[in-house]
């Protein structure tokens, strides 16, 4: 496994993390006894970063990692969670009261007195802007209730408005093969400001992992069922929000790039983990296997340059005009 510093936090973090939205919610049941055998596995595997939220599983996501952590205090696991979900999107909700609310509600879930890394959880534009809202966040740190603050986001304008900031330690954005738009100015200012970024849905929700076909049904509580349309939540959340058939498509083409001995999951991992800036990848997993063998993609390392062209390629002629001017 690869290590690196994740931003102005610090911290020296896996590049390869583990995602856990999959273990509250939103992905079909998974029982807490095959949560702590996913954390477990990750761990033992070399992972050092844990990524969740409070409105994963209403905070069973955070509530299963601060079990595991208490039962494994040798631990040197970052774990960053997120807030701002649990009120109606209104950019006046975000203030330093509600704050108080959302990371108390999460210190007791996660059994600590002060939370890694806060990231506000992909808030209405508005927020980024908001002196208030940093000032805020800032308060949180001088008071001990977090050690670092970030953000997660859906736009690269959103982004780039956070990385201005001088306290935004990180900065959490989807980046994958399907997704290219965040390497054009996002990265490069996230470099110069020291601010980490943390690339989120690399697999384009399984896509990349090549095992979808386009006659694939998913589970009616699985969000790659009910937001195809982004009826629930930003649509690029789902599948990085590239038409389904036409990814299924691409991510055959994808999967003859990968080199011998490697999968592509692994090849799709590892090239989100190997562009410059990027401190951690974070792919969920649902079991065991599933936790190893993404770990497994911080040792891969860089593809080549044929890999490297054809990603382009493969962007360029199916989701270029779809999805670079919307995210």
Known sequence: MDYRTLGRTGRTVSSIGL???QLGADWGDVSAAEAHAVLDAAVESGVTFFDTADVYGDGRSEQLIGEYLEAHPVSEVTVATKMGRREAQDPSN?????FREWTDRSRRNLNVQTLDLVQLHCPPTAVFSSDAVYDALDTLVDDGVIA???VSVE???????A???????????????FRLKPLDAVLPAAIEAGVGIIARVPL??????????ADTVFAADDHRNYNRDGSAFDVGETFSGVDFEA????????AELVPDGTTPAAAALAWVASRPGVSSVIPGARNVAQARANAAAGSVGYLGEAFEDGVNDIYDRYFREAVHGRW
């Open 155 to 161: 736009t690269c304008d959103e982004a780039l408005a």
């Open 163 to 177: 990385i201005a900031r001088p306290g935004t330690a990180t900065v959490q954005i989807i980046l994958n093969a």
């Open 19 to 21: 995602g856990t939205w």
């Open 204 to 213: 384009a929700s399984g896509l990349l992992s090549g095992r979808y076909s």
């Open 148 to 150: 670092n603050y970030g």
């Open 247 to 254: 990814g299924v498509a691409a991510a055959r083409e994808f």
């Open 94 to 98: 975000f203030t330093l009261e509600k």
